[in-house]
T-cell receptor, first 115, second 117 residues
Framework: DAKTTQPTSMDCAEGRAANLPCNHS???????VYWYRQIHSQGPQYIIH???NNETNEMASLIITEDRKSSTLILPHATLRDTAVYYC????????????????FGQGTILTVHP | DSGVTQTPKHLITATGQRVTLRCSPR?????VYWYQQSLDQGLQFLIH???????AKGNILERFSAQQFPDLHSELNLSSLELGDSALYFC????????????????FGPGTRLLVL
């Protein structure tokens, strides 16, 4: 699975949009970009994933650049409850081998939302 | 609430002991994954079971073992515990079927916090 690079930490004001970048310059064509977050030692929470096109759900939007080498997770109106560690994960769609669907977590970005 | 349940929430034990962590996947999910989160290693994949069969192993110690039962719940057994085994242990489940690539979204449980004294 391709390696990802994320800023160590970011701040955001409550009510404003939080834009979390992720670099995955070695991503290959069959790899998805997944985002999870972890709030204070709780279980990681799935947010969104995408392959090529931008995606939106009730939690967030995912913008993937045309060359797929980077992406941005957007929380449109951040709240204090969005304070968490956000993980960007690149994951192969190929079955078999040693991956068999495992998620490889990096260090993530610590997002702090301020009042 | 992800629909994945884990018991117990907290476990305190002594070095050399053995413990069993339990995970119940979401209804209908056939795959169960176990992860360990320690302060120095972050979140690491341990093992994956699909419909009762082991599918992949990650950084799982030989002192650790897991199994998935016919009702699809899974247990992670940790033996000869050491101080360094203190960590959060998460399980995740996904729908995965024999015709898929095991790449479906994983949903995590709340975890079991293990403290070895």
């Amino acid at each position: 699975d391709a390696k990802t690079t994320q800023p160590t930490s970011m701040d955001c004001a409550e009510g404003r949009a939080a834009n979390l970048p992720c670099n995955h310059s070695t991503i290959s064509g069959n790899e998805y970009v997944y985002w999870y977050r972890q709030i204070h030692s709780q279980g990681p929470q799935y947010i969104i994933h995408g392959l090529k096109n931008n995606e939106t759900n009730e939690m967030a939007s995912l913008i993937i650049t045309e060359d797929r080498k980077s992406s941005t997770l957007i929380l449109p109106h951040a709240t204090l409850r969005d304070t968490a560690v956000y993980y960007c994960i690149v994951r192969s769609t190929n079955a078999g081998g040693t991956s068999y669907g495992k998620l490889t977590f990096g260090q993530g970005t610590i997002l702090t939302v301020h009042p | 609430d992800s629909g994945v349940t884990q018991t117990p929430k907290h476990l305190i034990t002594a070095t050399g002991q053995r413990v069993t962590l339990r995970c119940s996947p979401r209804s209908g999910d056939l795959s169960v994954y176990w992860y360990q989160q320690s302060l120095d290693q972050g979140l690491q994949f341990l093992i994956h079971y699909y419909n009762g069969e082991e599918r992949a192993k990650g950084n799982i110690l030989e002192r650790f073992s897991a199994q998935q039962f016919p009702d699809l719940h899974s247990e992670l057994n940790l033996s000869s515990l050491e101080l360094g085994d203190s960590a959060l242990y998460f399980c995740a489940s996904s729908v995965a079927s024999r015709t898929t690539t095991y790449q479906e979204t994983q949903y995590f449980g709340p975890g079991t916090r293990l403290l070895v004294l």
